[in-house]
């Protein structure tokens, strides 16, 4: 069993609907798993539940809600496994969902962030043990221009266990208030 924190992505429906379309047929390993997802903690293994919560509610404080655009796709190759991934990557948004997963391991979570892999924000939208497979897909996406806008207001904090998603506790993200400069 492991705990994860997910970031649901607040779309249109029918961004939605073109995501779990091109997923249903390509994403074999994590369509049936989970709904289209930001990660923002990759599971974690050796934090009881109780403590992982805390520790998430108290680095989640005072984060605020954002928008984001995504307006590409790209390919990435799996470290532990010999899978091939496509990912939607986004544009707008990008930096903002790296401090979060950096402010999220920044305490507790400590130990469990891989410094030897990179952090690419992204939401799966496939997978194959072929490239060229996942570089198809990838121009695909990428031939027409394509914007996906949408806004993360929540932090889910997950169960993951035997192939399976439990939601255990949302975290509301602060609005944003206006700053009035002087």
Same mark, same amino acid.
């Given at each position: 069993?492991?705990?994860? +924190?997910?970031?649901?992505?607040?779309?249109? @429906?029918?961004?939605?609907?073109?995501?779990?379309?091109?997923?249903?047929?390509?994403? !074999?390993?994590?369509?049936? +798993?989970?709904?289209? =997802?930001?990660? #923002? !903690? &990759?599971?974690? &293994?050796?934090?009881?539940?109780?403590? &992982? #919560?805390?520790?998430?509610? =108290?680095?989640?404080?005072?984060?605020? *809600?954002? %928008?984001?655009?995504?307006?590409?796709?790209?390919?990435?190759?799996?470290?532990?496994? %010999?899978?091939?991934?496509?990912?939607? +990557?986004? %544009?707008? /948004?990008?930096?903002? $969902?790296?401090?979060?997963?950096?402010?999220?391991?920044?305490?507790?979570? *400590?130990?469990?962030? *891989?410094?030897?892999?990179?952090?690419?924000?992204?939401? /799966?939208? /496939?997978?194959?043990?072929?490239?060229?497979?996942?570089?198809?897909?990838?121009?695909?996406?990428? *031939?027409?221009?394509?914007?996906?806008? /949408?806004?993360?207001?929540?932090?889910?904090?997950?169960?993951?266990?035997?192939?399976?998603?439990?939601?255990?506790?949302? $975290?509301?993200? @602060?609005?944003?208030?206006?700053? =009035?400069? $002087?």
């Amino acid at each position: 069993m492991a705990y994860l +924190v997910l970031a649901y992505p607040e779309i249109s @429906k029918s961004d939605y609907d073109l995501i779990q379309s091109y997923r249903s047929v390509n994403d !074999v390993l994590y369509y049936s +798993v989970v709904e289209p =997802h930001f990660t #923002i !903690v &990759f599971p974690v &293994f050796d934090i009881p539940e109780s403590e &992982f #919560i805390k520790e998430i509610r =108290h680095q989640a404080d005072d984060l605020k *809600r954002f %928008d984001f655009t995504i307006r590409y796709a790209t390919i990435n190759k799996d470290a532990f496994s %010999d899978y091939f991934h496509t990912f939607l +990557v986004p %544009d707008e /948004g990008y930096s903002t $969902i790296v401090k979060t997963h950096d402010r999220l391991y920044s305490g507790l979570l *400590r130990e469990n962030l *891989r410094l030897d892999l990179d952090f690419v924000p992204h939401i /799966g939208i /496939g997978n194959s043990l072929e490239k060229l497979r996942c570089k198809k897909m990838v121009d695909e996406w990428n *031939r027409d221009n394509f914007e996906i806008n /949408g806004v993360i207001s929540k932090l889910t904090i997950v169960k993951y266990e035997n192939d399976q998603i439990q939601i255990v506790e949302e $975290i509301m993200l @602060k609005k944003n208030t206006p700053q =009035h400069r $002087i």
